[in-house]
């Protein structure tokens, strides 16, 4: 699906499916990085005094999700329930849209779950949007 252009894609056009069929909207979603471990490997026989660099252990960051609070508790019902040990792993897509709001990639987050959840910082002296955080903690990331 990814559509290619001479100029890039604006970043603040995307939906975000919790993997439940519905789409929700986010002020902000930061995609999760993948990192690969090296491994530092010399035989003895090896006639150079110095290592080789392998590849070893694939990480993958954490998707963290950040909206303004709408009285829709689908956010917290879900860490509720992983954290009273009903693991509940979803495949979650971040799709993102051009100028007309069609989908022009999509990232699959797969095997989700919530792994932190932050409630709003309310401040008697500021006139901000009150925003909720989640993290996902996942298994892998894919373009679709």
Known sequence: MPVQRPQPYLNCNFLVDLGNGSTAGFAEATLP???IDVVAYREGSDKVNSVRQLPGLTRHGNLVLKRG????LDLFNWIR???NGQLDRRNVSVTLL??????????????????KYEGAHPKAKASEVAIELLELACDGL???
């Open 69 to 72: 609070i709408v009285g829709d």
């Open 81 to 83: 329930a992983v954290s």
């Open 142 to 144: 894919e373009i679709e």
């Open 33 to 35: 990085s993948i990192e």
């Open 98 to 115: 051009d100028e007309q709001r069609n989908a022009v990639q999509r990232w699959l987050v797969r095997n989700a779950f919530p792994v």
